[in-house]
């Protein structure tokens, strides 16, 4: 089972929707990287070699935006910063409740809290 960015590709399920649950990467950007590694529509995990999946993951890691655990860490850390300086979205980050102003009468009643360490 081949490795990209991190995140692993399973053999039987199609490739260009194998890459794109790399975190950060799309439908659209997967097609396209996997149309530059030169692998088909139909193409599965188990038809990746280790120069072709290396070259992916090559190109994955040559977009200008980051991805996978990064954008994980980057976006943990604007959370952070937000609940560091006690703003209203910071604070409705750490109640677990929606932060963009979605009704709260209904719905909104199983979003774990965030995870604060004022460390």
Same mark, same amino acid.
């Given at each position: 089972?081949?490795?990209?960015?991190?995140?692993? &590709?399973?053999? =039987?399920?199609?490739?260009?929707?194998?890459?794109?649950?790399?975190?950060?990467?799309? +439908?659209?950007?997967? &097609?396209?990287?996997?149309?530059?590694?030169?692998?088909?529509? =139909?193409?599965?995990?188990?038809?990746?070699?280790?120069?072709?999946?290396?070259? +992916?993951?090559?190109?994955?890691?040559?977009?200008?935006?980051? +991805?996978?655990?990064?954008?994980?860490?980057?976006?943990? =850390?604007? &959370?952070?910063?937000?609940?560091? +300086?006690?703003?209203?979205?910071?604070?409705?980050?750490?109640?677990?409740?929606?932060?963009?102003?979605?009704?709260?009468?209904?719905?909104?009643?199983?979003?774990?809290?965030?995870?604060?360490?004022?460390?």
């Amino acid at each position: 089972m081949p490795y990209i960015v991190g995140t692993s &590709i399973p053999e =039987d399920k199609v490739l260009v929707q194998s890459v794109g649950h790399i975190y950060g990467l799309g +439908l659209t950007q997967s &097609i396209s990287l996997c149309k530059k590694a030169g692998f088909g529509s =139909d193409s599965r995990g188990r038809h990746i070699s280790f120069s072709k999946g290396k070259l +992916l993951g090559n190109l994955a890691e040559a977009t200008p935006l980051p +991805l996978g655990a990064d954008l994980r860490r980057f976006t943990h =850390d604007k &959370i952070k910063r937000l609940c560091s +300086l006690s703003t209203y979205r910071g604070s409705r980050h750490r109640k677990g409740l929606p932060v963009r102003g979605q009704r709260t009468h209904t719905n909104a009643k199983k979003r774990p809290p965030f995870k604060f360490n004022a460390n």
